[in-house]
């Protein structure tokens, strides 16, 4: 059968998580806030701007929209220069093979990401070709848990809700699949990401027979 695998990218396919978390700590520890890898999980999947309000709130803070754009512009350069260096290395564990194995089967494959800096790092890590639609921060208006990057990659893959399989790490973009009745497959920790229809810790975790039962369910 013909499905859609629509990947998630930070901390999905790549771990660029790190580096958004050095970036906003950067920020957080100059205006005081303590901002803890705990707190990190609120952020994954969420929308840059949506994420500066987060750290606001926990730090009690309120801001005038020109510091909220400056730090916003600030937080994007400092993670703009983890990514000078990027390459393939960068690639999480088993993406690879799985890309590979869907491509082999003639599954199209979607990127649905909240990052506007999507295209740059499929580039550097030199996966882009295997992309036949791409929708990330820039095509959509709403963040995630809101299902609108989803249905939009579903829509350009040609492919119903249903027939969509979601590769997510975030608990926003699994809620986001959900909501989409597309089906949800966690990679990361069984405890945070309990909503998806199935978690694997990483994509070496998913072998063949689990995606072929995908296809062919
Ligand atoms: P940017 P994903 C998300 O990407 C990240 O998980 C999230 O932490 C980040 O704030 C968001 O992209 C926006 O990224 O600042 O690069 O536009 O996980 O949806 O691929
Ligand atoms: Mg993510």
């Known amino acids: 059968k013909r499905k859609g695998f629509i990947f998630d990218l930070d901390g999905v396919i790549v771990d660029t998580a790190k580096y958004h978390f050095l970036a906003w700590k950067k920020i957080a520890s100059e205006l005081g806030i303590d901002f803890t890898l705990e707190h990190n999980e609120l952020l994954k999947g969420v929308s840059r701007v949506r994420s500066l309000d987060i750290i606001l709130e926990l730090g009690k803070i309120e801001a005038s929209q020109e510091n909220k754009d400056k730090w916003l512009i600030q937080k994007n350069e400092d993670y703009l220069s983890y990514l000078v260096d990027m390459n393939e290395t960068e690639i999480l564990p088993g993406v690879m093979k799985v890309l590979k194995f869907l491509k082999e089967n003639n599954q199209p494959i979607a990127l649905g990401s909240a990052s506007k800096n999507a295209r740059p790092i499929l580039e550097k ?19 995630k848990p809101d299902p609108e990057v989803f249905l939009h990659a579903a829509r350009l893959l040609n492919v119903t809700n249903e027939d969509s399989i979601v590769f997510e790490d975030s608990v926003a973009g699994v809620q986001a699949a959900n909501i989409a009745k597309m089906r949800s497959i966690g990679i990361g920790e069984e405890s945070t990401l309990h909503e998806a229809e199935y978690v694997f810790k990483d994509f070496n975790e998913i072998n063949s027979t689990f995606l072929e039962l995908l296809i062919n369910k």
Request: net charge negative.
């Open 125 to 143: 890590t030199g996966i882009l070709s295997f992309f036949d639609a791409i929708v990330d921060g820039n095509d959509v208006v709403n963040a």
